[in-house]
């Protein structure tokens, strides 16, 4: 039975008979899902040590306590209302924000909804083997919490489409527990949901770069008219912080270990690679992958729905209100194109380039990540560095797709690009050796495994020897 104990809640569950009964529907199907397709190994005789939110003022939404992963409280929050918010941007400007959703608009909002809604089981999906190769206790658990609160993301999602899209919301609720990652008849809508993550490198610059786009998905979709979901979102980007700060962190620590290992070993790659290290050829090759990975995931770089969802009020930009004009009825947008493989630029209408107008903010909020990444490499006194891809590489969506360029934005025959994406993406041979790293789990507390350091501190002020993850007698 669902209640406001079971399942913390700011929208007055027990006062809304009519949705607590459909979330009740759905909740046991939730849980076969989350034992089905959530962490492999670590359901029945672990307790994890979580946050869990029970409210969302700022003691209340990083509880922290011990919990087996099944009986986690996954809440549903709204971000505390605004004033007479009014709408922020398009053709609705300075009107009234709504509490429902408008009928000529219910497809797109439910579209947008389902497409957030779906990412977030996915990536629980990808990452459901992990705990079996994970580096520290300490890993292991932010890996647990990444997960619950996707699963509450989910949740999120699933409460608008139960609240506000009747019969259509709940069969679309059930769907989003019926795909699944890479599964080949039924597969996660986006395309770098279904990519596998499958060791722990992959996993930070997952949790780096696509959790990242979801930052700045969250953000865009925290400016819609439809209030609810703009509250709702708002609150989802405080559990995205710590997601992105898993990614960027555990990069951070790998690449320190590597540093430590090439000053051991006399700075060559194929040292590190003997004393079981990630050489930073290795970790560029990824970066790559998942950087352009999650460029996709923003769209088509010219795109009437990004238009329509913009004039309708449903999705803005990325800090809409740091903007002076926020109709952009006139203005254009100067973008670089492919023309059967001949780069131009080309004026494009503003509202006809809101999926770039976005995607230009993500790269510039991953690009500083990329920044204290290499303070790392400049603190060991080594002159390489890391960089983002060009935004035209290795793309599988939009207007340079089906073209082939390099790292740095150059033009390359598909013949030069066979030769060469080995130098530039992750390999088989690069997936053999991280597997081979990683083939052992490290479960005592305050140990860690030989390719990434110690953090700095440990979680909500506990030591780095803390059992994070204990094991029931």
Not at 77 to 104: C, H, M, N, Y
Not at 341 to 368: F, I
Not at 399 to 405: L, Q
Not at 430 to 454: Q, R, T
Request: charged share 30%; aromatic share 12%; glycine share 8%.
């Amino acid at each position: 039975m669902i209640s406001s104990e079971r399942i913390p809640n700011n929208v007055d569950l027990s006062g809304d008979k009519r949705l607590q009964r459909a979330l009740e529907h759905w909740q046991p199907r939730y849980l076969e899902w989350w034992r089905d397709m959530g962490p492999e190994g670590f359901q029945d005789h672990h307790q994890v040590y979580l946050r869990t939110a029970i409210s969302v003022d700022p003691d209340g939404w990083a509880h922290f306590e011990f919990v087996k992963l099944p009986d986690y409280r996954w809440g549903i929050f709204l971000a505390e209302p605004v004033s007479d918010r009014a709408i922020g941007f398009g053709d609705s400007l300075g009107k009234p924000a709504w509490q429902e959703v408008p009928g000529e608009f219910r497809n797109q909002l439910r579209r947008l909804i389902v497409t957030q809604g779906d990412t977030e089981p996915a990536s629980v999906e990808q990452q459901r083997q992990l705990g079996a190769k994970c580096p520290s206790l300490y890993d292991l658990r932010n890996l647990f919490q990444v997960n619950v609160e996707e699963g509450r993301h989910l949740w999120a999602m699933v409460y608008l489409l139960h609240s506000y899209f009747g019969r259509d919301g709940r069969d679309e609720a059930e769907e989003l527990l019926m795909r699944t990652s890479g599964n080949r008849d039924k597969p996660r809508i986006l395309e770098a949901f279904n990519e596998p993550v499958d060791n722990w490198l992959d996993f930070f610059m997952f949790t780096m770069f696509t959790d990242r786009d979801g930052k700045s998905q969250l953000m865009s979709l925290s400016e819609s008219a439809l209030d609810p979901l703009a509250r709702t979102t708002r609150f989802m980007l405080t559990e995205e912080a710590h997601h992105m700060f898993v990614g960027e962190t555990g990069i951070t620590r790998i690449l320190e270990r590597t540093c430590q290992l090439l000053k051991e070993t006399g700075g060559l790659s194929e040292d590190v690679h003997r004393v079981g290290g990630i050489d930073l050829e290795m970790i560029q090759r990824h970066l790559n992958f998942w950087f352009s990975r999650s460029l996709d995931l923003h769209g088509s770089e010219i795109s009437s729905n990004a238009a329509s969802y913009f004039a309708n009020g449903l999705k803005g930009r990325a800090r809409e209100d740091s903007f002076d004009d926020h109709t952009v009825t006139d203005a254009i947008y100067d973008m670089e194109t492919c023309d059967d493989g001949r780069l131009s630029r080309q004026e494009v209408p503003m509202r006809n380039a809101m999926n770039e107008v976005l995607r230009d903010w993500y790269v510039g909020d991953c690009q500083g990540g990329v920044q204290r990444w290499n303070k790392i490499l400049e603190q060991y006194g080594f002159s390489d560095r890391l960089y983002l891809p060009d935004k035209k590489f290795s793309r599988g969506i939009g207007i340079f797709s089906g073209f082939h360029f390099d790292p740095q934005g150059h033009p390359v025959s598909a013949e030069e690009w066979e030769r060469r994406k080995g130098e530039w993406l992750p390999s088989a041979a690069d997936k053999d050796y991280l597997k081979s790293i990683m083939a052992e789990p490290v479960y005592e507390p305050g140990k860690f495994a030989n390719y990434i350091a110690p953090p700095r501190r440990g979680i909500n002020r506990q030591p780095l020897d803390f059992e994070y993850v204990r094991t029931e007698a």
